[in-house]
């Protein structure tokens, strides 16, 4: 199996990193990690970060667990939902 298995509810951090804001110091690691969180979690705070492009024809985010594996979630009828805000400064 690949990847860390990642139940709908659980107490499993996720690193949810993001290509289009620019790279910030996360320890000791310059990545572009949009946010941390615990699996199925919804956030009070939204936090806007530097984008690094004005244009960007796609954009890829990730989501992994501490060690760097990618976060395998199982067969559900819940979607992975991950909602992006924008707002010119």
Do not use: W
């Amino acid at each position: 199996m690949q990847g860390t298995l990642v139940d709908i509810v659980s107490s499993i951090n996720v690193l949810i990193y993001c290509s289009l804001i620019t790279p910030q110091f996360a320890g000791s690691d310059n990545v572009r990690l949009l946010r941390a969180t615990i699996c199925l979690h919804l956030f009070q705070n939204v936090y806007y970060l530097p984008v690094e492009k004005s244009l960007f024809p796609d954009i890829r985010i990730e989501l992994r667990v501490l060690d760097g594996e990618h976060a395998a979630f199982e067969d559900s009828v819940i979607p992975t939902k991950v909602e992006l805000h924008f707002r010119r400064i």
